[in-house]
C-alpha cells in the first residue's frame, strides 16, 4: 500500500470537514424553514370558527306607541309652555337637542359638565379599558418570541465530577506521592456561555381566540354605547334640574305675592278692627291663613338649595364652588316641533338597547369559546440557540443547537367541566337574549309613557290656566267686595285659599310640560348618532 502525502491528507482532511459542517448548516436551514412552513400551515387551518355565528335580532313588529293611533298635535294654553307642540316620525333628533330649550345659560351648563362630570370621565376609561383587552387578546394570534441569555461560573469539585487522578486541570501529570497513595483528584472550574431564541405558536385551529377577541370587541362596543347613554343622561339630569330651579323659583315668587296679599288682609282688618267694622275673630283667621302660607316658603327655599346642590355636582363642581347660571321659567322655551322615532328606528337609537344587542352578541361568541375548549388544542414552539465556555464561541458551527416540537393535546376527562361550562355559556346566551328583548320592551314603554304625559301636561296646562284665571277673579272680587263692606271675611278667606292652591298647581304644570318634553328627547334616543366626535 503506497503511503499518501501527508499535506495531500491533511487538506482532504479539512475539506471532508468543510462539507460536513455546510451540509449540517443547510439541515438547519431546511429544518427551521419546515417549522416556519409548519407554523404558517397551521394558521391557515384556523379558518375553521365553531360556535354559533351572531344575526342581529329581528326588527319588533310593533308599528305604534298605543292601541289607537295618537294625535299629532297637543293642546294649547296661554302663557309659559303653553304652545301646541306637533311630532312627526320624519324629524331628526339633534345631538344638541336642549338647545331647543333655547337657553344660552342650559348650553353653556351642559358643555361645560360633558368636560368636568366624573361619570364621562369614567366611562370613556371604561371604554378604553375595554378596548385595551381587545387588542390584548389580538395578540394570541402572532407567536411569541422570547431571548435568553445565561452566563454561569461553574465549580466542579475532583469528587463529583473533577479531572482524572494524576491530571491537573491543564492535563499535565500529578507525580504520586513517595508513599504510593494515589493522587488526589482535582476540581474543575470553568465559565459558561448559553444563548437562546425561542419561539412559540398556538394556532387558532378551531377559531376560540377569535371568538374570544369577538366576544370582547362586542363587549367593548357595549361599553361605548354605554358612554353615549353617559352623556345623554348627564345632559337629561342637567336640564330636569334646571327646570326644576324654575319652578321652584317660580313657586316662590307666587308663595311670596300671596304672602304679601295676605299681609295686607290683615292690615286692613287690623284697620277695620280698630273701627269697630270688623271682629277680632276675623282678624285672627286672617292673621292664621298667613301663617299658614308663611310655612310653604321653608320647604320650597330648601328643596332650591339642593337643586342648586344637584347642578353644582353634575357640572363637577364642589359644593363651596357655585355656577353662574340661574334659570327661570320665563327664560325656557318650550320646543313646539318634536321627533318621534318609529319603533323598528327606536331600536336603532337608543344605547340601552344598542348595548344589550352587544351584549347579546358577546354571549354568543362566549359560546364558540367553550366550544373550542373542548376540541384539541395545538402548540408549536422551536428554539435556536448556542452555548460555549467563551462568550465568543457560543455562536461556532460547534456550539449552536435547535429545537422544533409540536404538540396535540386532547382532554379525556375532566369531571364534566368543559361540558358545563359550554352549557352555562349557552344559558349565558338564553339569557342575554331575554335581556335583550326586556331592554326593547322597556324602551317602547318609556317613549309610550313620555308620549302620553305630555298630551296629559297640554291637557293639564289648559285646565291649570284657566283655573288660575278664574281663581285670581274671583279673590280679585271678594277683596275689593270685602274692602268695600259687601262680603264678609270667609269669602276672602275662601278666595286667597282657592288661589294659593291654584297658582302653585299651575307652575308645576308648566315645569312639567317642558320636563317631559326634555324626558322624551332622552326616551328616543338622544340623537348620539349625529355626535361632530
Not at 6 to 33: E, G, V
Amino acid at each position: 500500500m503506497a503511503f499518501q502525502n501527508p499535506r495531500r491528507l491533511l487538506t482532504a482532511i479539512s475539506q471532508d470537514n468543510h462539507m460536513t459542517r455546510t451540509k449540517a448548516r443547510n439541515t438547519r436551514k431546511t429544518l427551521c424553514a419546515r417549522a416556519v412552513a409548519a407554523m404558517l400551515a397551521s394558521a391557515a387551518l384556523g379558518g375553521c370558527t365553531v360556535g354559533p355565528d351572531f344575526h342581529r335580532p329581528a326588527p319588533p313588529v310593533a308599528t305604534d306607541y298605543a292601541p289607537a293611533p295618537l294625535p299629532a298635535s297637543t293642546a294649547a294654553a296661554q302663557g309659559i309652555a303653553g304652545a301646541a307642540q306637533n311630532f312627526s316620525a320624519a324629524r331628526d333628533i339633534s345631538a344638541q337637542w336642549w338647545i331647543l330649550f333655547r337657553s344660552p345659560q342650559l348650553n353653556s351648563l351642559i358643555e361645560r359638565a360633558f368636560k368636568a362630570n366624573p361619570t364621562i370621565e369614567m366611562a370613556q376609561a371604561a371604554l378604553r379599558q375595554a378596548q385595551e383587552n381587545v387588542y390584548a387578546q389580538q395578540g394570541f394570534f402572532f407567536p411569541t418570541v422570547q431571548a435568553g441569555y445565561s452566563p454561569s461560573r461553574i465549580k466542579l469539585s475532583g469528587n463529583t465530577g473533577g479531572n482524572s487522578p494524576g491530571l491537573q486541570g491543564d492535563g499535565t501529570t500529578i507525580a504520586t506521592s513517595q508513599t504510593g497513595a494515589p493522587p488526589v483528584s482535582v476540581p474543575v472550574i470553568y465559565n459558561w456561555h448559553s444563548a437562546q431564541l425561542t419561539v412559540g405558536f398556538v394556532p387558532d385551529v378551531f377559531g376560540g381566540n377569535r371568538r374570544h377577541v369577538e366576544s370582547l370587541q362586542a363587549q367593548a362596543d357595549a361599553q361605548g354605547f354605554q358612554l353615549e347613554a353617559a352623556y345623554i343622561t348627564l345632559a337629561s339630569n342637567i336640564t330636569a334640574a334646571a327646570i326644576q330651579e324654575a319652578s321652584i323659583r317660580a313657586q316662590i315668587a307666587a308663595v311670596r305675592r300671596i304672602i304679601e296679599s295676605n299681609a295686607k288682609s290683615v292690615e286692613i282688618l287690623n284697620g277695620q278692627f280698630r273701627l269697630g267694622y270688623a271682629a277680632r275673630l276675623d282678624v285672627a283667621a286672617q292673621e292664621s291663613a298667613l301663617a299658614q302660607v308663611e310655612q310653604l316658603l321653608p320647604p320650597l327655599e330648601k328643596g332650591l338649595e339642593q337643586t342648586r346642590d344637584l347642578i353644582r355636582v353634575l357640572a363637577g363642581n364642589a359644593p363651596d364652588r357655585d355656577v353662574e347660571e340661574r334659570f327661570e321659567l320665563a327664560s325656557l322655551n318650550l320646543p313646539e316641533e318634536l321627533p318621534l322615532s318609529l319603533p323598528s328606528k327606536l331600536v336603532e337609537q337608543r344605547p340601552d338597547v344598542r348595548a344589550a344587542e352587544a351584549l347579546l352578541h358577546a354571549a354568543t361568541a362566549d359560546v364558540g369559546v367553550a366550544v373550542a375548549a373542548r376540541l384539541p388544542q395545538f402548540a408549536i414552539n422551536a428554539t435556536a440557540g448556542g452555548n460555549a465556555a467563551n462568550f465568543s464561541q457560543m455562536f461556532w458551527d460547534a456550539g449552536k443547537f435547535f429545537s422544533v416540537s409540536g404538540l396535540v393535546s386532547q382532554s379525556l376527562f375532566d369531571g364534566g367541566t368543559l361540558r358545563h361550562q359550554q352549557r352555562a355559556a349557552e344559558q349565558a346566551l338564553a339569557q342575554a337574549g331575554a335581556q335583550y328583548r326586556s331592554t326593547v320592551l322597556s324602551a317602547f314603554q318609556n317613549v309610550a309613557d313620555t308620549l302620553h304625559a305630555l298630551y296629559a301636561d297640554a291637557q293639564a296646562l289648559k285646565a291649570a290656566v284657566r283655573a288660575e284665571q278664574a281663581a285670581k277673579l274671583t279673590l280679585d272680587i271678594a277683596r275689593k267686595q270685602q274692602e268695600l263692606g259687601y262680603a264678609n271675611y270667609l269669602s276672602l278667606l275662601g278666595a286667597q285659599q282657592a288661589y294659593q292652591q291654584v297658582a302653585i298647581v299651575l307652575v308645576q304644570t308648566q315645569a312639567a310640560r317642558l320636563g317631559d318634553t326634555a324626558a322624551l328627547f332622552q326616551a328616543l334616543g338622544g340623537g348620539w348618532w349625529n355626535r361632530s366626535q
